[in-house]
Each structure stands twice: as structure tokens, then as C-alpha cells.
């Protein structure tokens, strides 16, 4: 029994060392859940007008005509038991990092590519709906297509209509923000046999190391020229110093759209290590079900850009003394206890 308890004890210590050391290496991370949204408490519902080229759909698909005038009705049901106030927007349909195509951001700048935009041929008649409540109420948007330029294919767009915080916070000083909401499609084309999809073709703009909610990231910016909305898509890239093939960073997404005459950032993380200046290689491709493109781009980064982004980020690798001490520790603790044990069972054999 005692010949046991000399063999277990070392072993279960040093077990519990090396766990340890472990934990100390690799620490655990503990991801809460958030907890669930409440519910908007009210709804949206498209009024169907005659020019409507699908009506199996519950959003704007429009046939128009130069000079043409009309008003689009979305109606709004507050099902909540007070007042509702809700912020009504006409915007362009844009595509974010994650390559989803997204309606509500407004003032986008909008490419070169795209002569005509829905916030130039939509405007919104009131931009603060407000609804009685257990009531409806009703947000118009004026629309008015141009003589000229014509709308090439489709433009793509969206009614974005969201909950406002209660005029409570006028009062306190503090400005109305708006919440969660609905975005309701808007498609404007002059020519109805316009595919809604298509991959004519992408180009690559430009690439630039930025901040993204305190990451620092390569984004290399994917335009889609042309009127009609990328789906399928797979991109991937990575970042490597000129003149070597290790990469610093790569990245890559799939299943993604893009919207027309849009850009899609697709970013590469740089993650917790720090950027360093010097000149450095994109080599990044974009699939579609049918197509391809490779796309290549040499960059440099400044000292004062390497050192503004290692400053501003949030996302740093420190590791504190304490840290590196404890470590040290350890791996002499262990050293001796293996050295121990193994000196015990040595001895203990030689003793029969």
C-alpha cells in the first residue's frame, strides 16, 4: 500500500502541475449568451401598386418609365399599448464586409459606375411616422424617375423603417436614436427582362490597411460595375511581404452577394500581432458559380500608418510580467519533480 502512495502522490502532483502550467498557457474562454431582443412590437406591409412586376413578392419590384411619378405606401401597425414614433429611409442597397447585401445606411457614397441612385429618385414625405396606439398608420415615399440618365438594368435599393426612442429623450438633452427595425426591398428598372442576378464582372479598386471596431484590417475593396445583384460568392485573400511566401495574414468567406454597383470590403484580419511597416503583396480571388478572378496588388505601409494602428487598436497582445515569471516557475518545478520521481522509482528498483 505505502509502495503505491509513493508511485501516486508525485504522479497526481505533478499532474496537477502541468494542469497548471496548462490553464496558464491556454486559458479557457467563457462566451456568455446575450440575452434575447424584445420584440419590435409593430409591423410593416407593403401596398402593392399597379406597376408592381411580380406580385407574388411582398417588396418593391417596379416597372417605371422616364418622368414617371408616383407615391409607394408601407403600412405601419403599432401593436404595442403607448405612442410609437418610427424613423422612416429611402436608401441605396450596399454591401458590408460579411458580403451581405444591407438597406440601412444612408448617405453611402455611391460608386462612379452607378449614374443614378434611390435616395435621387426616392424621397421620403415624412421622416418621423408617428402611430397611435393598437393603431396603423401609414409612411409614403415619393418616387421620381429621371428623363435622363436612364436606369441601366436594375437599381437596387430599400425603405427602412425603424423604431425611434420616445420624445422622452429630447426632453432629457440627449438625441432621438432609432433601434431595430424592418427593411422592405425597392427594385426601380426601366426594362423588366433585366436579370436580377448576373457575375459580368468585378474589379479590384484599391486595397488599404484601416480599423475596423478596433481591429486592424487589410481591406481590399471588390467593386461590382454593373447593375445587377452577385450572389454565390466565395472570396479569398491573403497578405504576404514582398519578396517571401509565408503569409502574414489570410481570410477567405463564401455563400456572399453583392449588390449592384457596389463594393464589397472584404478585410483580412491582421490579428493580435503588430503591423509592421514595409511593402507588402495582396493575392486574393472571387468566385461566382460560373466565373473567376484572380486579382494581385503591391502596397506599402508607412512607419506613422504601422504605428497609428497599433496605437488605436483595441486588440493587443501584452503579456504581463507576472505572466512570464509564473511560467519560468513552473517549468523548474516540473523539471525537479520529474527528476524526483524518476530518482524514487530508481531507487525503489534497485531496492527489489
Not at 497548471?20 to 467563457?30: C, G, R
Not at 405612442?83 to 442597397?93: E, G, M, T
Not at 426601366?190 to 474589379?203: A, D, I, K, N, R
Request: aromatic share 8%.
Amino acid at each position: 500500500m505505502n509502495k503505491y502512495k509513493v508511485k501516486v502522490i508525485p504522479i497526481l502532483f505533478l499532474s496537477g502541475v502541468l494542469l497548471l502550467l496548462f490553464n496558464l498557457l491556454f486559458p479557457l474562454s467563457v462566451l456568455a449568451n446575450e440575452d434575447v431582443q424584445q420584440a419590435a412590437g409593430f409591423t410593416v406591409k407593403t401596398k402593392i401598386p399597379e406597376n408592381q412586376i411580380d406580385t407574388r413578392i411582398n417588396y418593391f419590384y417596379l416597372h417605371v418609365n422616364p418622368g414617371d411619378e408616383q407615391t409607394l405606401e408601407v403600412e405601419i401597425s403599432n401593436n404595442t399599448d403607448k405612442k410609437q414614433s418610427y424613423k422612416v429611409q429611402a436608401n441605396q442597397a450596399v454591401t458590408n464586409s460579411n458580403a451581405l447585401v444591407v438597406y440601412d445606411q444612408p448617405d453611402v457614397p455611391v460608386d462612379k459606375s452607378l449614374a443614378v441612385s434611390i435616395p435621387d429618385i426616392a424621397k421620403v414625405e415624412e421622416k418621423k411616422v408617428t402611430v397611435d396606439a393598437k393603431s396603423k398608420g401609414t409612411a409614403r415615399i415619393h418616387l421620381k424617375i429621371p428623363q435622363e440618365p436612364a436606369i441601366n438594368g436594375i437599381l437596387l435599393g430599400g425603405i427602412h423603417i425603424s423604431l425611434m426612442e420616445s420624445d422622452d429623450a429630447e426632453s432629457k438633452g440627449t438625441s432621438v436614436s432609432s433601434t431595430y427595425g424592418y427593411a422592405i426591398g425597392l427594385i426601380v428598372t426601366e426594362t423588366p427582362e433585366s436579370p436580377l442576378y448576373g457575375e459580368t464582372g468585378v474589379e479590384l479598386k484599391s486595397v488599404e490597411p484601416v480599423l475596423d471596431y478596433g481591429s486592424k484590417v487589410l481591406q481590399a475593396n471588390i467593386l461590382n460595375p454593373n447593375p445587377e445583384i452577385m450572389k454565390d460568392v466565395s472570396a479569398s485573400g491573403s497578405i504576404s511581404k514582398k519578396g517571401r511566401n509565408d503569409k502574414v495574414a489570410s481570410s477567405s468567406l463564401k455563400d456572399g452577394k453583392i449588390a449592384p454597383n457596389s463594393v464589397l470590403p472584404f478585410q483580412i484580419d491582421w490579428g493580435k500581432q503588430d503591423v509592421e511597416a514595409g511593402t507588402y503583396v495582396f493575392n486574393g480571388q472571387l468566385k461566382t458559380e460560373n466565373q473567376s478572378w484572380k486579382f494581385q496588388k503591391e502596397f506599402t505601409i508607412s512607419k506613422e500608418t504601422a504605428d497609428k494602428l497599433n496605437k488605436e487598436s483595441a486588440f493587443k497582445l501584452v503579456v504581463p510580467q507576472w505572466w512570464t515569471t509564473t511560467f519560468y516557475i513552473m517549468c523548474v518545478l516540473t523539471v525537479l519533480l520529474f527528476i524526483l520521481l524518476t530518482g524514487r522509482m530508481v531507487i525503489q528498483k534497485r531496492r527489489g
